[in-house]
């Protein structure tokens, strides 16, 4: 395991290039595709409901499809050189969650009928069932018993990931999520389930989504985390 520090690259480094996002409308997707556009990229963001995204730019287009379909999906992603997702499922005290799963089956079905190969998606600290044994006690035995069923079939869609060998994904971690705009703070990255503090240095157990959306265009232009989950914060 190794723990890493870097700041993102500017945005004129990064390769111009067809970015299909899904979850546009949440509060996340909207960073992802606003900076998206910032950065000169051509956007698809993929909704159930168009009329959720406010946002109007001349690189950016805005189609309806099923999530769960391969079929609806797979004629978006034609000509896209990479897929970006940030959806989410919320957690249900009356059945399981199975959102991240089934969308990420249709999603690499409807990639590989597409010819695309790379994705970046986003999950959580802590879907791994036992790596929260060092989390504090408040995260330990108030949050995660609460979020458990979300956590478990995020990290049944990341087992299903590495599995599949012809797909360059990366999977995201963030820890608890705040509704703020990007910063310039440095990132802290670590090959797990959560950032261990280190030397010292005090690690932040929230993020900005701003950051968060900033930290995933940053593997645009980067080999770095290729076929792994990388848990991240802010310092």
Known sequence: MHLTRFQSRLSSECQRMKIAVLGATGQTGQYLVSQALEQ????TAIVRNPAKLTVHHDNLKVVKADIFSPDSLKTHFKGQDVIMSCLGFPASVFSSVTGYTQTMSAIVSAMREAHVNRIITMTSWYTEPNSGA????????????IIRSVLSNMYEMEQFLQKTDDINWTVVRPPGLKNEPPTAKEFLTHDG?????????SVGSSV???????FMHSLLSSTAWVKQGVAMTTK
């Open 134 to 145: 060092q989390s504090p006690f408040l995260i330990r035995f108030l949050l995660l018993p």
């Open 193 to 201: 389930y959560s950032v261990p503090p280190s030397a010292g240095q």
């Open 40 to 43: 000169g990229h051509t956007v």
């Open 208 to 214: 900005g989504r701003g950051d968060v959306a900033r």
